[in-house]
């Protein structure tokens, strides 16, 4: 591939009015060659929708928005947007929580892991370097160590951050794990997501990261998601497959030569 590949960040948002002009400036400042953000709004009631599209056009065509008409889940807002940006042809698709909780220093690492082979990078608290928010209470640190616990005992995920958030991956691979089928939300998206990629066997990379606590703004969490996330690993576990069978050519998939299957919008 001679030209610089096409990164779309994609970046959902509710009630993020306060942090998306941060986030986004700060992603201009990596100087990135071919990077996009792409602002998926839940009709944000704060207004972050229509900030987001003046942003955009101020971008020079770096950032889109894609508006949706009702909030119905952060699993729902990352398949639409990573539909979209496969749709337009990115070869590269991160995904980024608006809150300014991911370092976005950190997205270059992942973009050289995936040019050296890997088909997903985590951005990991849990592996050597990485660390959580020291605003973190002892019995907020021990639950999310429980959580990505639960989940290896469960799975046999061989990654030590199963619940992050912080994700880059080549397009090929969410072709591979038809990620326009993933239904699950909340942290339990991230699951099953890492689940399938893990069953495809494609290559799965972490790097550390630190993660930081929000500033502005509320947390989405709520008790359903808590509930689906404690259900949703037995339920990948037991369930029938029915996502598509591997791409015969590999799931590593290098930068070089990524497949352009005629399905890579899904539906």
């Known amino acids: 591939m001679t030209a610089a590949p096409k990164i779309t960040v994609v970046v959902p948002t ?17 100087g990135i060659e071919n990077l996009h953000v792409l602002v998926v709004d839940d009709n944000s009631p704060d ?39 496969l749709a337009e042809e990115a070869d590269i698709v991160i995904q980024m929580d608006a809150d300014l909780s991911h370092p976005f220093s950190v997205i ?36 999310s160590a429980w959580a990505n616990f639960y989940v290896g005992m469960i799975l046999g995920l061989k990654v030590k951050d199963a619940t992050a958030g912080f994700k880059a991956w080549t397009a090929s691979s969410l072709v591979q794990i038809d990620v326009s089928s993933v239904r699950s939300d909340g942290y339990s998206f991230q699951v099953e997501m890492n689940y399938r990629a893990a069953q495809r066997g494609l290559k799965i990379a972490e790097v550390p990261i630190h993660f930081e606590e929000r500033v502005e703004g509320a947390s989405k969490m709520n008790l359903r998601e808590q509930i689906e996330s404690a259900l949703t690993p037995w339920k ?23 497949p352009r299957p005629s399905s890579r919008g899904g539906s």
Do not use: C
């Not at 955009?56 to 398949?79: N, P, Q, T």
């Not at 591997?246 to 030569?257: R, T």
């Open 14 to 30: 509710y009630n993020e009015r306060d942090n998306l002009p941060l986030l986004t400036a700060q992603l201009a400042s990596l």
């Open 47 to 85: 207004g972050t929708g229509e900030l987001a599209d003046r942003l955009a056009g101020d971008s020079g065509g770096m950032i889109s928005v894609l508006h949706r008409k009702e909030k119905d889940g952060l699993g729902r807002a990352y398949v639409a947007g990573m539909a979209r940006a």
């Open 236 to 258: 990948l576990r037991f369930q029938k497959e029915s996502f598509p069978l591997p791409v015969p050519s590999g799931g590593e998939a290098q930068l070089e030569g990524l």
């Open 108 to 143: 270059p690492t992942m973009i050289d892991r995936i040019r050296t082979g890997a088909a997903l990078v985590i951005g990991s608290r849990y592996v050597a370097g990485g660390s959580t928010a020291t605003e973190w209470p002892w019995h907020r640190k021990a639950l």
